[in-house]
Structures are given as structure tokens and as C-alpha cells.
């Protein structure tokens, strides 16, 4: 997994309260193995027509945007299902972090799992940020992990939440599982006493 | 004095294995359900790193979103990326030594069916599924949710996940539920009070007389639906009912292992004076049939009510969300809800594809006819609902009416396999999420009861079940 230290880079406004997984990558999408190659499908109820030419309205088709690295959304961003072909579908897209005021706990989760930061701000933040991100490619901004902070282009400064652990594992793109089995004896004496419950 | 600990707290008590320095613990997991469409990368990673599957009798293998529902279909999938994905769950499966059940075997079903089924789901265990509706299983007094696909990894490597504890909340119902109204109409009242992300954060506990006087099917309805109002996962106290349903069953202990673990079920409660960090309480008595008119599962309105105009908004925020919602649905504001036609209707889902499910629907249709606008199906859960509708007879009441009578699996909830809506058209269903595209690209979706479902497929529009004859 790719660390996630500092970001610089064209933040698309999706004013769009609840986007939920369907949206992010609808359910034909879910049909590979792999996990590359979703970003063809990021949004795509929204960035193309029924033809399948490109919608010219959706942000990320306005050539202000196409290159963009961060999403400004509106609250509960993720909700819906737990497939986390969203963040990959995200990630393939090159998008790194996304701020929203609030997101759904499974998506919240599987950002962590693929590098991607989804940075929680208080919803007047929101708005400045969004109003920053509305200004189009002139209006990079600067994501800071360490720091906990986002910097729009007039200098402004925001702070965003973040659990210590969470921050930790992106800041040295650690390997859940890797981390888990160091503490493969804790496990094999937990299951030693708990196996033996009938129920268990 | 011991600190009093609510039911959530019990269960996650028993299962942790460590705790981390800032609190979030590694928690151990007792099962582990797996189907096709969030688990190819997860055996992938397994491959790529060499590992293996740590603890393969706790985990259950079944297909269920992509297969067809026509026996016809399911034994020759046309679909070129459906079919490798399915076979990629027969290789996993035999790659790892994990047990599956495959589109014919009878105990196939949808994953969140077939758990409690055979047994799988017991009370006071730790499940997970690459799934959402997991919360499902918190019927029986499981800590049950969804996970990604790392997390799926994680678990068949370590059989562990890392969590941080979510907090408690109770939403307790009060009263008997009117006639006509039912689990899934108390489940979206519920969301629509609370709002899709008002349980982010945390784990709901039902309780009250109307989820007691539940059946395990209602409660199960309940349950799944958790994710809908933001949280992971819910939970119902175990009691005799649940006991009744899981004795005997395939997985379940037997012997003086089932007396043991009753025991040790019976203690799985909230304790009197426990704290709950959020409290909400509805009246059974008052809840209507419930019928959503937009595309978030907590656009719920009234039988009786009409879809909201955008004029109604509080704020710019809500104006763009129901105009967008409304624009979506093809709606304009102001329609009564028992004016809408609809073109489809499909029972079925983890939310309403069990017996109980099928049973109320056939209630509504026996001796009708299903207007002839209107295509509508029944989509069993498990190949196990299905052969015990059969049993009662209930297929040949739908098949009278002029309903389709299919092959058990996820079907129409989520248009993964050939069950999809064509745009514009508009859909009863009794499945869990009304949300852009869901049943298929521009299609529009109305979630209500297997009742309601039924009676609107008779009338070719919503109809009120409580005036139903």
C-alpha cells in the first residue's frame, strides 16, 4: 500500500448529500477479480450517457477536473454497500483523499485498507472548501496528514479528524494483516480457551 | 459491582484478543460467510503472500449475487465475467479446503439466509460477510457486519479483525403492531426518524414489545436494514423463540453442547441500568404501511402520505437532494403515494426472500391476478424456502396470479445477474435500497413490505394493505 503523507492537487466539488457505493462504482463493475481497472467505472451513472459518450455536465469530465486528486462531497459519503471495489474504483481514478463532513462507517474503513484518506471536516469547512474546490484548477489544494490540515489557495488552513491509529498506518503504508500476525500467539491462546465453548 | 454492560458490550467482551495502546482492539471471529463477488482479490492476496485460510471450519463458501434465477440460465451462464467469477469461488473454494454450496446445491440461497438456516449463525458469536447486510444475523443476539474485501482477507488469514468499539444505541418499540404492518415497515419508520447515516458510528439494539412479539424472520427483516439507518450492525436479545428456530438445526450444537450453550445464551442481555449512548423509542400502534418515494432509504413516506414537494426543504442542502431525488424518480412533489403505478415488482432479498416473507404475499394475491401492466416475480431466498413454499403450495398461488416463480438468490435487490429494471420503469420491491440505478441503470425503485409488494402487483399501484380485502 502507497504511504499517504502530503497532497497537492485539484479538488472536484460533488455537492451530492449521501452518495452511496452504487454511485461510486454501480454493480456491473463488481464483476472482475482483480482489483485494477475500476476506475473506467468510477461514477459512471453520472460521467457517461446511455450511449456511453461522456456526460459533460459531471464534474470530472470538465477539463478543470479530470486530473483531480481530491473530492469535496457532501454528508455521509460511502453509505450503502460494503464493496470496497468504491475505494478502488477511487484509487484507480487517482483520487487520494476525499473530504467530506461525514462518511459511512464499512467505506470509512476500506479507504484505510487502499491508502486513500477520507478526511472529516465541520460542515462550515465543508463549504469553504467546497466554494475552494468550485474555482476549478487554479484552485489546487494542499492535504496534509501529519498535520491534519488542508490548504486551500487563499492560504486558509482547515483542520480534519483523524484516529492516531489510522493516521499512523497511512503515514508508513502499513499492512493490516502483516501488523496482525506479529500477534499470532495472542490468537492461537485466545482460540486455545475459546474454542472449547459449545456455542463457539 | 460488576459494570453493568449492554448486550453489544457482552459480545465484544468475549472476543478480544488484544488491545491496541489507543483503545481499538483485535477482535476474534467465530464465522466467517463468503460469497463471490468480495472474495476473488481477498484469496488472491491470500495466494500472493502464501498464506493460508486460518480456521476453514469456521468459514461458509455459497454463490448468490450473480446467479440466474432461471433454471434455464443458472445451469448456462451466458455472462462471461458472472460465470468466471463463479467458478473463481468453486476454485477458491477447493483451493483452500473450504465447504460451498453451489447454484444447485438445495441449501444455495442468499448468503444472509442461508447462515441462520443451517445453523451457521449462533448467538453471542462474532460474524462477518463482505457484505452489508451481515447486520442481518444480529437477529439472533450475533455481532454481525459487513467488510471490505482487505478485511476479508484479514479474516481468512487471522481469523481476527481490528476494530475500534462503536457506541450504543437502543431503539425500543413500543405497543403491538397495527394489522397490516410489519417488520419492514417498523425497520423503515425507524430510518426515516433517524436518517440514513443517524447510526453511523454505532451498533442499534432493537428492543420492545413490538420486536419481541417478532417472528425470527421480522427480526431478521429488522436487522438487515440496520445499515440503511448508518449503523453496522444490529441486535435483538436471544430468547425462546430464537431457540426454537435454531434447535436442530445442521450447525447448531446438539446434545449436552445445545444445553450448554443455552445457558450461556440466556445471559445475553442488556443489563438493567446498562448505558446507552443514544435512545430512541417508537409506538408500534401508530406506524403505517411504509412506502419510500425517493432514492435513500430514508425517503419514507405514509401510505396515506404524498412525495414531499422541494418547497418543503429546510435548507439549500435538502432542496438539492429532493429535487434530485424527485427528478430521479420521475416525480414532480404532491403525488399521493396510493396514486404511483407501477411496472415491476420483485419479493424477495435478504430483507424479505424467507418463508414468512412469502407466505404474507401469497395471502394478498390468492385467487387474483396481477394487472396486466405489470411484471411481477418471486425470487425464494434459499433453495430451502423454496422447497418448503412448494410444500405449502405457495408457488402455484403465484404462478396463478400470473407472477414469475423463480430459482433462489440475490436476483433483482441488486441487478448483478439478468433481473434488472429498464429505465424509467418503476418498481415494488421488497428489497433494502431504492438508490440511483440499483436495480438497474434509471430504474426507479419503491421499497415496501411483501405484502404491500403483492397488493400492488394486483393493482397496478400502491394500494393500502390495511384496506386490502
Same mark, same amino acid.
Given at each position: 500500500m502507497d504511504k499517504f503523507t502530503t497532497l497537492t492537487g485539484v479538488a472536484a466539488p460533488l455537492p451530492i448529500t449521501n452518495v452511496d457505493t452504487d454511485m461510486i462504482i454501480p454493480k456491473q463493475y463488481l464483476k472482475t477479480i482483480a482489483r485494477t481497472g475500476l476506475g473506467a467505472g468510477l461514477f459512471s451513472e453520472m460521467r457517461f450517457k446511455e450511449d456511453g459518450s461522456e456526460n459533460p455536465h459531471f464534474v470530472l469530465n470538465k477539463p478543470a477536473y479530470r486530473k483531480a486528486t481530491i473530492l469535496?462531497?457532501?454528508?455521509?459519503?460511502?453509505? &450503502? =454497500? =460494503?464493496?470496497?471495489?468504491?475505494?478502488?474504483?477511487?484509487?484507480?481514478?487517482?483520487?487520494?483523499?476525499?473530504?467530506?463532513?461525514?462518511?459511512?462507517?464499512?467505506?470509512? %474503513?476500506?479507504?484505510?485498507? %487502499?491508502?486513500?484518506?477520507? #478526511?472529516?471536516?465541520?460542515?462550515?469547512?465543508?463549504?469553504?472548501?467546497?466554494?475552494?474546490?468550485?474555482?476549478?484548477?487554479?484552485? @489546487?489544494?494542499?492535504?496534509?496528514?501529519?498535520?491534519?490540515?488542508?490548504?486551500?489557495?487563499?492560504?486558509?488552513?482547515?483542520?480534519?479528524?483523524?484516529?492516531?491509529?489510522?493516521?499512523?498506518?497511512l503515514l508508513n503504508g502499513l499492512d493490516a494483516i502483516g501488523l496482525t500476525l506479529v500477534k499470532s500467539d495472542k490468537i492461537k491462546s485466545f482460540e486455545d480457551k475459546h474454542n472449547t465453548h459449545a456455542w463457539a | 459491582m460488576a459494570k453493568l454492560r449492554t448486550l453489544y458490550d457482552k459480545i465484544w467482551d468475549d472476543h478480544v484478543v488484544d488491545v491496541q495502546p489507543d483503545g481499538s482492539c483485535l477482535l476474534y471471529i467465530d464465522r466467517h460467510l463468503v460469497h463471490e463477488v468480495t472474495s476473488p482479490q481477498a484469496f488472491e492476496g491470500l495466494r500472493m503472500a502464501g498464506r493460508k485460510v486460518r480456521a476453514p471450519e469456521k468459514t461458509l463458501l455459497v454463490v448468490d449475487h450473480n446467479v440466474p434465477t432461471t433454471a434455464e440460465a443458472r445451469s448456462h451462464v451466458v455472462d462471461p465475467e458472472s460465470k468466471a467469477q463463479i467458478a473463481q469461488l468453486a476454485q477458491n473454494a477447493s483451493d483452500f479446503g473450504l465447504e460451498y454450496y453451489d447454484a444447485f446445491d438445495k441449501r444455495q440461497g442468499i448468503v444472509h439466509i442461508i447462515g441462520p438456516e443451517?445453523?451457521?449463525?449462533?448467538?453471542?458469536?462474532?460474524?462477518?460477510? &463482505?457484505?452489508?447486510? *451481515?447486520?442481518?444475523?444480529? #437477529? $439472533?443476539?450475533?455481532?454481525?457486519?459487513?467488510?471490505?474485501?482487505?478485511?476479508?482477507?484479514?479474516?481468512?488469514?487471522?481469523?481476527?479483525?481490528?476494530?475500534?468499539?462503536?457506541?450504543?444505541?437502543?431503539?425500543?418499540?413500543?405497543?403491538?403492531?397495527?394489522?397490516g404492518v410489519t417488520a419492514k415497515d417498523i425497520i423503515m419508520a425507524i430510518i426515516g426518524q433517524i436518517g440514513t447515516a443517524g447510526g453511523t458510528g454505532h451498533v442499534i439494539e432493537f428492543a420492545g414489545e413490538a420486536i419481541r412479539d417478532l417472528s425470527m424472520e421480522g427480526r431478521m427483516t429488522v436487522c438487515n436494514m440496520t445499515i440503511e439507518g448508518g449503523a453496522r450492525a444490529g441486535l435483538?436479545?436471544?430468547?425462546?423463540?430464537? $431457540?426454537?428456530?435454531?434447535?436442530?438445526?445442521?450447525?447448531?450444537?446438539?446434545?449436552?453442547?445445545?444445553?450448554?450453550?443455552?445457558?450461556?445464551?440466556?445471559?445475553?442481555? =442488556?443489563?438493567?441500568?446498562?448505558?446507552?449512548? *443514544?435512545?430512541? @423509542?417508537?409506538?408500534?400502534?401508530?406506524?403505517?404501511?411504509?412506502?419510500?418515494?425517493?432514492?435513500?432509504?430514508?425517503?419514507?413516506?405514509?401510505?396515506?402520505?404524498?412525495?414531499?414537494?422541494?418547497?418543503?426543504?429546510?435548507?439549500?442542502?435538502?432542496?438539492?437532494?429532493?429535487?434530485?431525488?424527485?427528478?430521479?424518480?420521475?416525480?414532480?412533489?404532491?403525488?399521493?403515494?396510493?396514486?404511483? /403505478?407501477?411496472?415491476?415488482?420483485?419479493?424477495?432479498?435478504?430483507?424479505?426472500?424467507?418463508?414468512?416473507?412469502?407466505?404474507?404475499?401469497?395471502?394478498?394475491?390468492?385467487?387474483?391476478?396481477?394487472?396486466?401492466?405489470?411484471?411481477?416475480?418471486?425470487?425464494?431466498?434459499?433453495?430451502?424456502? /423454496?422447497?418448503?413454499?412448494?410444500?405449502?403450495?405457495?408457488? /402455484?398461488?403465484?404462478v396463478a396470479a400470473g407472477f414469475e416463480w423463480r430459482e433462489p438468490g440475490c436476483s433483482m435487490c441488486l441487478a448483478m445477474n439478468p433481473d434488472k429494471l429498464a429505465p424509467g420503469e418503476r418498481c415494488a420491491s421488497t428489497s433494502n435500497r431504492n438508490f440511483e440505478g440499483r436495480q438497474g441503470f434509471k430504474g426507479r425503485t419503491h421499497l415496501v413490505s411483501p405484502a404491500m409488494a403483492a397488493a400492488a402487483a394486483i393493482a397496478g399501484q400502491f394500494v393500502d394493505i390495511r384496506k386490502w380485502s
Open positions: 469535496v462531497a457532501e454528508d455521509n459519503f460511502g453509505c &450503502g =454497500s =460494503s464493496r470496497e471495489h468504491a475505494p478502488w474504483a477511487l484509487l484507480d481514478y487517482g483520487i487520494r483523499c476525499v473530504i467530506s463532513t461525514s462518511f459511512a462507517d464499512i467505506f470509512y %474503513n476500506n479507504c484505510f485498507q %487502499n491508502g486513500i484518506l477520507p #478526511a472529516k471536516v465541520s460542515p462550515e469547512d465543508l463549504k469553504k472548501l467546497m466554494d475552494d474546490a468550485s474555482r476549478g484548477a487554479n484552485a @489546487t489544494l494542499t492535504v496534509d496528514l501529519e498535520r491534519q490540515e488542508i490548504k486551500g489557495p487563499d492560504g486558509g488552513v482547515v483542520k480534519f479528524e483523524i484516529a492516531e491509529f489510522n493516521k499512523h498506518c | 443451517q445453523g451457521f449463525t449462533l448467538p453471542g458469536t462474532t460474524i462477518v460477510c &463482505g457484505d452489508s447486510h *451481515t447486520s442481518t444475523h444480529g #437477529a $439472533f443476539g450475533a455481532l454481525a457486519h459487513g467488510i471490505g474485501t482487505s478485511e476479508v482477507e484479514h479474516v481468512l488469514a487471522t481469523q481476527t479483525l481490528l476494530q475500534s468499539k462503536a457506541k450504543n444505541m437502543r431503539v425500543t418499540v413500543n405497543g403491538k403492531l397495527p394489522a435483538i436479545a436471544p430468547d425462546e423463540k430464537t $431457540f426454537a428456530y435454531l434447535k436442530d438445526r445442521p450447525k447448531a450444537p446438539k446434545g449436552a453442547a445445545w444445553d450448554e450453550a443455552v445457558r450461556y445464551w440466556k445471559t445475553l442481555h =442488556s443489563d438493567e441500568g446498562a448505558h446507552f449512548d *443514544t435512545e430512541i @423509542t417508537l409506538d408500534a400502534a401508530s406506524l403505517p404501511p411504509i412506502v419510500t418515494w425517493g432514492t435513500s432509504p430514508e425517503d419514507v413516506a405514509s401510505i396515506e402520505g404524498v412525495v414531499p414537494r422541494v418547497d418543503d426543504a429546510r435548507n439549500d442542502q435538502q432542496k438539492a437532494k429532493i429535487q434530485r431525488a424527485l427528478d430521479y424518480m420521475g416525480l414532480k412533489g404532491g403525488e399521493k403515494i396510493a396514486d404511483l /403505478k407501477v411496472d415491476r415488482v420483485f419479493i424477495g432479498s435478504c430483507t424479505n426472500g424467507r418463508i414468512e416473507d412469502l407466505r404474507a404475499a401469497a395471502k394478498v394475491i390468492e385467487g387474483k391476478k396481477v394487472a396486466a401492466h405489470v411484471n411481477a416475480m418471486v425470487v425464494p431466498g434459499s433453495g430451502l424456502v /423454496k422447497d418448503q413454499a412448494e410444500a405449502e403450495g405457495l408457488d /402455484k398461488i403465484f
